[in-house]
């Protein structure tokens, strides 16, 4: 199975900071790649699918990018309703393995 | 408007057995895949199982297979996920997700708790 892994874990960050997430993939993945953001209490929010391509609705201050094995999410001017939990997914295989998250946290 | 709202959840001993639902809306549901995903709490997401629109392919995490069935009834815009010989480590918070062709999860419903506790 394609293990995920995020880091880092935990990032504290400042409103206006330009942000950024890493993900990389135990084996390719092509651009088969999701980012969602999670607060608490509720049902992750779909951001970025195929690696780079901007989720209806998502303000355009969220990008991705990468392929095969790394990927990046940034948000390039932090604003307040940002501060969330971050995971990546692959959907390059069926085993819909998620990231174990990054949190990011007021600073 | 997408909908999708979990139901079955609660409190179920070690060893018993839970039946979740997910009521679908708002599009048409015998075209789209659909998931069950979860997460304990404090803890990351986890895909639990994947069922095609026809009911022709299912696919199970190793660790609730044979263990969990999921289904879905297209007539009824029903997802089900039927859950037998549950384990502690079941407890979590069951999403239903929808598959949207090339991009993955793009809705989930609101989520029921499952407790697995004696």
């Known amino acids: 199975d394609i293990q995920m892994t995020q880091s880092p874990s935990t990032l504290s960050a400042s409103v206006g900071d330009r942000v950024t997430i890493s993900c990389r993939a135990s084996?390719?993945?092509?651009?088969?790649l999701a980012w969602y953001q999670q607060k608490p209490g509720k049902a992750p929010k779909l951001l970025i699918y195929k690696a780079s391509s901007l989720e209806s609705g998502v303000p355009s201050r969220f990008s991705g990018s990468g392929s095969g094995t790394e990927f990046t999410l940034t948000i390039s001017c932090l604003q307040p309703d940002d501060f969330a939990t971050y995971y990546c997914?692959?959907?390059?295989?069926?085993?819909?393995?998620f990231g174990q998250g990054t949190k990011v946290e007021m600073k | 408007e997408v909908q999708l709202v979990e139901s079955g959840g609660g409190l179920v001993q070690p060893g018993g057995s839970l039946r979740l639902s997910c009521a679908a809306s708002g599009f048409t549901f015998s075209s789209y895949e659909m998931n069950w995903v979860r997460q304990a709490p404090g803890k990351g997401l986890e895909w639990v199982s994947y069922?095609?629109?026809?009911?022709?392919?299912?696919y199970y995490a190793d660790s609730v297979k044979g263990r969990f069935t999921i289904s879905r009834d297209n007539a009824k815009n029903s997802l089900i996920l039927q859950m037998n010989s549950l384990r502690a480590d079941d407890t979590a918070v069951y999403y239903c997700?929808?598959?949207?062709?090339?991009?993955?999860?793009?809705?989930w419903g609101q989520g029921t708790l499952v407790t697995v506790s004696s």
């Open positions: 997914q692959q959907y390059n295989t069926y085993s819909r393995a």
């Open positions: 084996q390719s993945i092509s651009v088969w």
């Open positions: 997700a929808r598959d949207r062709n090339g991009v993955t999860f793009d809705f």
């Open positions: 069922i095609s629109g026809t009911s022709n392919t299912i």
